[in-house]
């Protein structure tokens, strides 16, 4: 069974630049999260879809982040204009309703010059 | 405020000791406890939970257990194997079915010398 996908795999930018990350979920996961992970810090929760409805983006940045999970599967993840403190690894995980167990992805380690 | 926490960042242990990982909690809500294991470059895996109605659960090398009343849970690895080698990230939820967020500690980088 395919794991959860994201790309790219490690992106750098300036500040004020646009940049976007795309996860994968595994086939069949209805429920897609989001998380923010700071160096030395656990994942921090963003945004979770049921399907295509985010039913929890309480803890996203919304002037500067938006995300959308188009037909329920592949999500994107959108920040513009990056900050410096922007910098960390974004990681998504899947899991089937009904479950604790999330899948993580590798994450994209973003890195704002 | 970290809700969850792991206040040790390190551990070091021999191969084949006893591996006991700490953390703590302070929302009385929770009642579904995980641990996740990570390796640099990856996401965290999934390696074992505990429901609040227990206060032990074993999966092979890897035991759970919850202290409700200190608000505490360890994991415990026996025998301890290089491969262990990882950072491991203790997490806790209030309520199952995928209908809360999981709140993670800051992790305890775990070293199993050979």
């Known amino acids: 069974e395919a794991g959860v996908v994201q790309s790219p795999r490690y992106k750098i930018i300036e500040k004020k630049q646009p940049v976007a990350f795309w996860c994968n979920p595994i086939s069949g996961h209805n429920t897609l999260y989001w998380y923010l992970q700071n160096l030395g810090q656990g994942p921090e929760l963003l945004i979770r879809y049921e399907n295509e409805e985010a039913v929890d983006d309480s803890q996203l940045p919304k002037d500067r982040f938006s995300a959308e999970r188009l037909k329920g599967v592949d999500s994107t993840l959108k920040i513009q204009p990056a900050e410096l403190g922007d910098s960390a690894v974004y990681l998504c995980a899947s899991s089937v309703d009904s479950t604790y167990e999330q899948y993580f992805g590798p994450g994209t380690r973003l890195t704002v010059t | 405020d970290q809700q969850v926490k792991q206040n040790s960042p390190s551990l070091s242990v021999q191969e084949g000791r006893i591996s006991i990982l700490n953390c703590d909690y302070t929302?009385?809500?929770?009642?579904?406890f995980l641990w996740y294991k990570k390796y640099p470059a990856e996401g965290p895996t999934f390696l074992i939970s505990?429901?609040?109605?227990?206060d032990k659960n074993e999966d092979g090398r890897f035991t759970v257990f919850l202290n409700k009343s200190a608000k505490h849970l360890s994991l415990h690895i026996v025998p301890s194997q290089p491969g262990d080698s990882a950072v491991y990230f203790c997490a806790a939820s209030a309520g199952r079915g995928g209908a809360n967020n999981l709140f993670f500690g800051t992790g305890t980088r775990l070293t199993v010398i050979p």
């Open positions: 929302n009385s809500m929770f009642d579904y």
């Open positions: 505990i429901s609040s109605i227990k």
